[in-house]
Nanobody, 126 residues
Framework: QVQLVESGGGVVQAGGSLRLSCVRF??????????MGWFRQAPGKEREFVAA????????NYVDSVKGRFTISRDNAKKSMYLQMNSLKTEDTAVYYC?????????????????WGQGTQVTVSS
């Protein structure tokens, strides 16, 4: 059983930065060779893809609205993944979820992910 735990959320003013972290716990057989991703869900909205990274970090993918502002990375030795968020906007306010894909390649749909964290709240004030 894989457990994912996010941290790093909080309240920040527009234009500020936050760095989210996600750590894998539990039985992690083959988890180091799986893609991972970040999703977010704002109140009253569906969960949406934010960013994904391939198993070795060589390929990344971002939703258009965060390109140039967010950077996804991972450290397999530390069983961790990160999301550096800069130039935050009020529309970035949401609960952010870490997820592990069932494949090595990046994926943008929720159906491609089999393990999810509990989420961390990010609130951007104007």
């Amino acid at each position: 059983q894989v457990q994912l735990v996010e941290s790093g959320g909080g309240v920040v003013q527009a234009g500020g930065s936050l760095r989210l972290s996600c750590v894998r716990f539990g039985r992690t057989s083959n988890s180091g060779v799986k893609a991972m991703g970040w999703f977010r869900q704002a109140p009253g909205k569906e969960r949406e893809f934010v960013a994904a990274i391939s198993w070795n970090g060589g390929i990344t993918n971002y939703v258009d609205s965060v390109k140039g502002r967010f950077t996804i990375s991972r450290d397999n030795a530390k069983k961790s993944m990160y999301l550096q968020m800069n130039s935050l906007k009020t529309e970035d306010t949401a609960v952010y979820y870490c997820a592990r894909a069932g494949t090595m390649d990046v994926a943008t749909t929720t159906q491609a992910y089999d393990y999810w964290g509990q989420g961390t709240q990010v609130t951007v004030s104007s």
